[in-house]
């Protein structure tokens, strides 16, 4: 059984720039969240997909925006990047029913200059 | 709503003391609660969960917390600490239903002294 996969591990982006990062979700699993976790912060919740359909967003603009592909793989896009999306940003697969129990990927850790 | 606080953003023990850390929540339904650890650049790791069974909970690698629905809190405890229990620690709430985001705490960061 594999689990979360993200990448790329490591990007650093110039300040109005457009970011695309990518997760791949534990097999079997439907449902993909991501959070933001800025330095010295616990992660923060952006949205969450659900059969290719968002399915809850936290307080986040809509420059970030997010795709969930039939094989439930996913995609976080930021556009207009600002020195405040400096982050490490997560990537967390589970099951739709269940204990809501979410894996989470390594990270990638996104540096705006 | 929900909400999580940690108290005590970093907590400092001797190897084989007690390791105890605090965790309040606020919810406006019977929440389900997580552990998670974080060590240095990697992703977070889940040590346990409650999800209305059983109120003591055992996790991984000789944690455990207790849910207190009374003091609203699910602190983690472990009996002795080991070198590499040393990590960052998140507590999270989830309200399940038609909302399973995960709402974090600000995390405490656990140091081991030899």
């Not at chain 2, 991984?60 to 849910?67: L, S, V």
Request: net charge neutral.
């Amino acid at each position: 059984e594999t689990g979360v996969t993200q990448s790329p591990t490591h990007l650093i982006k110039t300040r109005g720039q457009q970011v695309t990062l990518r997760c791949s979700s534990q097999s079997g699993h439907n449902t993909v969240s991501w959070y933001q976790q800025a330095l010295g912060q616990g992660p923060q919740f952006i949205f969450q997909y659900y059969r290719e359909e968002e399915n809850g967003r936290g307080n986040f603009p809509p420059r970030f925006s997010g795709l969930q592909f039939p094989n439930y793989s996913s995609e976080l896009n930021v556009n207009a990047l600002e020195l405040d999306d400096s982050a490490l940003y997560l990537c967390a697969s589970s099951l739709r029913q269940g204990t809501y129990e979410q894996y989470f990927g390594p990270g990638t850790r996104l540096t705006v200059t | 709503a929900q909400s999580v606080t940690q108290l005590g953003s970093h907590v400092s023990v001797s190897e084989g003391a007690l390791v105890l850390l605090r965790c309040n929540y606020s919810s406006s339904v019977p929440p389900y609660l997580f552990w998670y650890v974080q060590y240095p650049n990697q992703g977070l790791q889940l040590l346990l969960k409650y999800t209305s069974a059983a109120t003591l909970v055992k996790g991984i690698n000789g944690f455990e917390a207790e849910f207190k629905k009374s003091e609203t809190s699910f602190h983690l405890t472990k009996p002795s600490a080991h070198m590499s229990d040393a990590a960052e620690y998140f507590c999270a709430v989830s309200q399940g239903g038609s909302n399973y985001k995960l709402t974090f705490g600000k995390g405490t960061l656990l140091t081991v002294n030899p």
